[in-house]
């Protein structure tokens, strides 16, 4: 699958910038996502706030070569379908995304 489809451009969109709460798979997840100034790169690193679960990966969007997902340590297809089923909560603040001196 490429990650330009509408399905999962579509489903990205929709996760906020900063972070987020949400459910995916009938669990609890928070979600950290990044969007750079020009609209290049998205970064999302999320985690299962029951278990020991992670999602990361960095989106590239390039005019020449078009997009290119890039998961880390992981397949794609969990990248995928985690962005096309998590469900961010509409009642909660969207926070800033957190910094972490890893990163």
């Known amino acids: 699958m490429n990650p330009a489809d509408a399905p999962f451009t579509s489903a ?40 020991n679960d992670i999602v990361s990966f960095n989106l590239y969007l390039l005019e020449t070569s078009g997009s290119t997902l890039k998961p880390c340590e992981m397949s794609s297809e ?7 089923g998590y469900r961010p909560d509409s009642d909660q603040p969207i926070l800033p995304a957190k910094r972490s001196a890893s990163r």
Do not use: C, M, N, Q
């Not at 906020?16 to 669990?27: H, I, L, R, V």
């Not at 969990?78 to 096309?84: H, T």
């Open 12 to 51: 990205l969109a929709l996760i906020p910038e900063g972070y987020s709460e949400g459910s995916f798979e009938g669990g609890r997840w928070g979600a950290t996502v990044k969007r750079s100034p020009d609209g290049k790169r998205i970064w999302l690193y999320a985690e299962d706030l029951a278990g």
């Open 78 to 84: 969990k990248v995928i379908a985690f962005v096309l």
